[in-house]
Nanobody
Framework: QLQLVESGGGSVQAGDSLRLSCVASGRASREYAMGWFRQAPGKEREFVAGIDWSGSVTYYGDSVKGRFAIARTLAKNTVYLQQSSLKPEDTAVYYC????????????????WGKGTLVTVSS
């Protein structure tokens, strides 16, 4: 398993931007697909974005397409989530995730989770 540490969350106004970061450490971290999920109070954890090991293939949840962008740097073992045009409904704890192989939208397929970082968007 990998160790994942997120940073970059905070409280912003609707329409603002944030960049979340996740640093991965552990054996063979570059062989893992990485992603972001989020969980709002009282709701299930949902897929936000995923990226393959090379950084060339990305996937997004329907609610964030066109507003969020995921990227990774292999040298730094870091994955980023650039959030733009934030909405109050984006308020959630954002979790960094890793799974061996192709990026997965399924929480049950995730091998490693970070502890999460809170993003709060006010109107």
């Amino acid at each position: 398993q990998l160790q994942l540490v997120e940073s970059g969350g905070g409280s912003v106004q609707a329409g603002d931007s944030l960049r979340l970061s996740c640093v991965a450490s552990g054996r063979a971290s570059r062989e893992y697909a990485m992603g972001w999920f989020r969980q709002a109070p009282g709701k299930e954890r949902e897929f936000v974005a995923g990226i393959d090991w090379s950084g060339s293939v990305t996937y997004y949840g329907d609610s964030v397409k066109g507003r969020f962008a995921i990227a990774r740097t292999l040298a730094k073992n870091t994955v980023y989530l650039q959030q733009s045009s934030l909405k109050p409904e984006d308020t959630a704890v954002y979790y960094c995730a890793a799974n061996y192989g192709e990026p997965s939208k399924n929480v049950d397929a995730i091998n490693s989770w970070g502890k999460g970082t809170l993003v709060t968007v006010s109107s």
